[in-house]
């Protein structure tokens, strides 16, 4: 079983739409995670934490389901300028030393928004 | 936050060869990670680099295929050992904590 999975897409969602990506994660140790934007060629950048009662920044709204081990973004009123790959990331729980935990990444959801 | 930059951006090397990529931060880290992306894959952490030691690699990655080196608080480099068309990936370094990750630019490494 992948340790983080996502449905990769693309999802190509017109101007104004609401659209729900979801990630399932396999190690129950995990303590952190959160939502990265990759657009094309570029570096991922974080997009948001996602924290156990759910959190909302602006049109994204991110939730985690610790029991069923799933995270989910939901993004209202899409913009062109949302079109990116959404990453979700799972802190997998694994000691990299000097305080820090290592970082687990699903492959990526594509979202194209047209107009 | 904190800005990284990368050398060199992009590289078309022969297979047989190695390649170094040099990794800058604008201030002082204490590790400094080093991540592959292979087309249409995720990101998978290569190897975490500590300033005065030597550096902890993931399961599948190996000192002599990816010598690293960390001199000091701002500065690290990778570098792909005799490369083969496989190794063909963008390679990024990163720095942060359990909150965020910033990520460097990049190197889009293409063997042949």
């Known amino acids: 079983r992948k340790e983080v999975e996502q449905d990769p897409g693309p999802f190509n969602v017109p101007e104004g739409a609401t659209v729900a990506f979801n990630c399932t994660y396999s190690n129950s140790a995990s303590q952190s995670f959160f939502w990265y934007r990759q657009d094309c060629r570029k570096e991922p950048k974080l997009l948001m934490s996602?924290?156990?009662s759910g959190n909302e920044d602006g049109r994204f709204t991110a939730q985690l389901n610790r029991a069923s081990q799933y995270i989910s973004l939901l993004i209202r009123d899409s913009k062109l300028s949302d079109s990116a790959t959404y990453l979700c990331?799972?802190?997998?729980?694994?000691?990299?030393?000097?305080?820090?935990?290592?970082?687990?990444f699903g492959k990526g959801t594509k979202l194209s928004v047209i107009p | 936050s904190a800005v990284i930059s990368q050398k060199p951006s992009r590289d078309i090397c022969q297979r047989g060869t190695s390649l170094t990529i040099q990794c800058q931060v604008d201030s002082q880290v204490t590790m400094m990670f080093w991540y592959r992306q292979q087309p249409g894959q995720s990101l998978t952490l290569i190897a975490t680099?500590?300033?005065?030691?030597?550096?902890?690699?993931e399961s599948g990655f190996v000192i002599d295929k990816f010598p690293i080196s960390r001199p000091n608080l701002t500065f690290s480099t990778l570098t792909v050992s005799n490369m083969s068309p496989e190794d063909s990936s963008i390679y990024l370094c990163?720095?942060?904590?359990?909150?965020?990750?910033?990520f460097g630019p990049g190197t889009r490494l293409t063997v042949l």
């Open positions: 990331v799972v802190n997998g729980g694994a000691y990299s030393g000097a305080g820090s935990y290592q970082l687990t």
């Open positions: 680099a500590n300033q005065g030691s030597e550096a902890t690699y």
């Open positions: 990163s720095v942060g904590d359990d909150n965020e990750q910033f």
């Open positions: 996602v924290y156990s």
